[in-house]
């Protein structure tokens, strides 16, 4: 019953390091350990992140970000999984397994039989996968076989054929590969990776690179057939980043929204802000259109009523210092929440200058800041240049005084509810800030 180790045979994949724990499941999983009480506390582990904790162990975070490997938390994995009923036929589908947390959490749903292996063959019927790196593809393996193990308490040992056998939807390769499963799969749910990619050819809604999540999700949208259901964790940039806006109209064409949660930060170790998306594949267009953030409601004021807003044009490392000297403004000097700041500083640019008074907001920003909209009112009787972290916010009307009254708004805890609401990237966005209602009310 003994395995052969692949490690070797794998030494030129990136997850050659990890080879090693995942042969450790598998012997686990077929039963050669035994039922010792330090085996079963190994058992438990393999179902409760430990490997997450060890893929973080064994492969150094650059190459994680590479290839894209950040396993979905047991907590993440469960919630995304449980927005819908699990159907009563049909095959749940993961296009990019990674460790298997959301057919983990789909089978922790699924009915058992009365022996492992009976369980193995109901579930392979029910759940199917893929991933492009084999040692993935065999940690989720026998984590589901852990998992049917301790529902079942079946302590039957498998052979090693048997444990490559069982759950045979789940395969190695891209999960656009076998377009054909699509075909009947009635539920597909994702985490894809969340890095950069190039725009493919046939892009239409962006060129250059783009988020690796956004190319990955659409395209399982056009793939999947009408009234499959979709359900990803996708970073919170799609959801609200100007970059994305006709990628959210595309995916709108194609998608019934069911559900649409903010979640938070992905995991400590990839340090994004994820949403979960839920919804039903049509072919026509649906009959409302996808709210991506709650809407300002009725007819109240908004920032953009009042005042002209624009990113600053200057790009340090773009932009070389020529044309006439002016004074310059730039994230790292400004004081928070000064009333009244007249730069000093300065540096040659021959591009769009600001005429005071007018606010600059910094445009890095996260959720758990304690003010989102971090701001400062630039004064003084020259033209200024500023960077572009800042976001401008010039009073239409050219008074002090509507910029002392937006400094004490973007101070408030109205404001910050309200951009916790419309946008959790860690930039702020120039329609973000154009949204901001000036009424006492969010």
């Known amino acids: 019953m003994q395995r052969v180790s692949r490690t070797d045979a794998n030494s030129t994949s990136p997850l050659a390091r990890y080879a090693p724990y995942v042969e450790r499941l598998e012997r686990l999983a077929v039963g050669e350990v035994g039922l010792s009480r330090e085996s079963n506390a190994q058992r438990a582990a393999a179902l409760d992140g430990e490997a997450a904790r060890e893929l973080r162990k064994a492969i150094a975070l650059d190459v994680r970000r590479e290839i894209g490997s950040f396993f979905s938390s047991g907590r993440l994995a469960r919630k995304a999984v449980s927005l819908h009923p699990l159907p009563s036929q049909g095959v749940l589908y993961d296009p990019a397994c990674g460790g298997g947390d959301l057919l983990l959490a789909a089978a922790r749903r699924l009915p058992v039989r009365t022996t492992l292996r009976a369980t193995l063959t109901l579930w392979s019927s029910r759940l199917g996968g893929r991933d492009v790196y084999p040692e993935f593809v065999r940690a989720t393996k026998a984590r589901l076989v852990l998992l049917a193990r301790k529902r079942t308490r079946d302590r039957a040992p498998l052979s090693g054929a048997e444990l490559d056998r069982a759950l ?3 395969t190695t390769g891209s999960g656009f590969e076998k377009i054909e499963m699509l075909g009947y799969v009635s539920w597909v749910v994702m985490n ?21 999540a956004a190319v990955f999700f659409e395209r399982l949208l056009v793939c999947s057939s009408t009234g499959t259901r979709l359900t990803a964790i996708l970073p919170e940039v799609l959801r609200t980043g100007s970059r994305y806006r006709a990628w959210r109209k595309a995916v709108s064409l194609r998608l019934k ?3 649409l949660e903010r979640y938070g930060v992905f995991d400590s170790a990839a340090d994004v802000h994820v949403f979960l998306l839920h919804g039903t594949v049509v072919r026509k267009r649906p009959s409302s259109r996808i709210s991506w953030w709650k809407p300002t409601v009725g007819r109240r004021q908004r920032l953009s009523d009042l005042f002209d807003v624009n990113v600053g044009p200057v790009v340090p490392h773009r932009h070389k210092k020529r044309g006439p000297i002016c004074l310059y403004v730039h994230a790292k000097k400004l004081p928070p929440w000064e009333r009244s700041f007249t730069p000093i500083e300065t540096r040659r640019f021959k591009g769009t200058l600001y005429e005071p008074p007018f606010i600059a907001i910094r445009r890095t920003s996260r959720p758990e800041d304690e003010y989102r909209a971090v701001a400062v009112i630039i004064s003084g009787k020259q033209l200024v240049a500023v960077e572009n972290h800042l976001i401008i916010c010039r009073p239409k009307n050219g008074s002090l005084g509507a910029c002392l009254e937006l400094l004490k708004r973007l101070k408030s805890r109205a404001c910050n509810a309200f951009l916790n609401e419309r946008i959790r990237c860690r930039h702020l966005t120039v329609a973000s800030i154009r949204d901001i209602p000036l009424s006492a009310r969010t």
């Open 168 to 170: 045979s939807k789940i």
């Open 192 to 212: 894809p990776p969340f890095g950069l990619v190039d725009a493919p050819y046939d892009c239409t809604w962006s060129k250059g690179k783009v988020n690796a």
């Open 257 to 259: 929204l069911e559900s």
